[in-house]
């Protein structure tokens, strides 16, 4: 992750809403970090052109049209955030990717405009999920998400190496966001149980580190794509992961808005 306080929290802009309302997201984000919002344009081609762009090829046109919509949308928001905008060339996941090495976090929509956009964007967020540089997140656009209930953020409790830092941006985000925690409990084989007492140890820490968030604990034997699956009827607007289960983010929000498991409308935090 890198280490500069100033690094920017950069958004992939494609045209589409969900593009717009990943940046709108952001926001929080960038504001609580004091740092700039970047908005990026990746025109996907194989290699980066050796000139520089010209606004007025079809693909300059394009790219500078979507990023002025979606400042344009920041700007409505009216919150006290630098926006900076940025045109790249390249494949979108070995751009959006570079682009993690200078961010503090990397936001982007979890679907696109059309199937050529889908079929990258999916790509994007998948390579993005499991070898970005810093924490990404992969969003929901408002209306996917349902309105019903608590709007609960969901982190795994475990033995695992790093869970106490995404624990840890877990609660910043609940903080940030106004919400309760869903503190799942998770058994896993590889790091040992995490007993029900072990449980409330963790969930009694966390609590006192961030008084201001309510921490409600669950045990479950199955990872966080499970339990979410076996809890679809709770409204659960986030899961925060650790890079060591990465792999979770397509059973949980699918690429191409097509999640494997029935609770796909909540967005995801991949932590690193």
Known sequence: MPTDSSAPVVVGIDGSDAS?????????????RDVALLLVHVIP????????????????????TALRAASAVVAAADRPVKV????????????????????????????????IARRFLGSTAAALAERAHCPVAIL??????????????????????????????????????????????????DFGDTSYDELDQRVSEMTRRHPGVHVYPVATRSRVAGFLADNHGESIQLAVLGANVAEQVAQIIGPHSRPLIAHGECSVVVVR
Request: charged share 25%; with cysteine.
């Open 20 to 32: 717009t309302d990943a940046a709108l997201w952001a926001i929080d984000e960038a504001i609580s």
């Open 45 to 64: 081609v194989a290699h980066a052109p050796e000139e520089p762009i010209d606004p007025t090829m079809l693909e300059g046109e394009y790219a500078e």
């Open 84 to 115: 900076e905008t940025e045109i790249v060339w390249g494949r979108p996941d070995l751009a959006m990717l570079e682009m993690s090495r200078r961010a503090s976090m990397v936001c982007v929509g979890s679907v696109g405009i059309g199937f």
């Open 140 to 189: 929901r656009s408002p209306h996917q998400v349902s309105s019903a209930g608590t709007d609960w953020i969901v982190v795994p409790v475990d033995a695992s190496p790093g869970n106490a830092d995404v624990v840890e941006f877990a609660m910043d985000e609940a903080r940030l966001r106004h919400a309760p925690v869903l503190a799942v409990g998770v058994w896993d084989d």
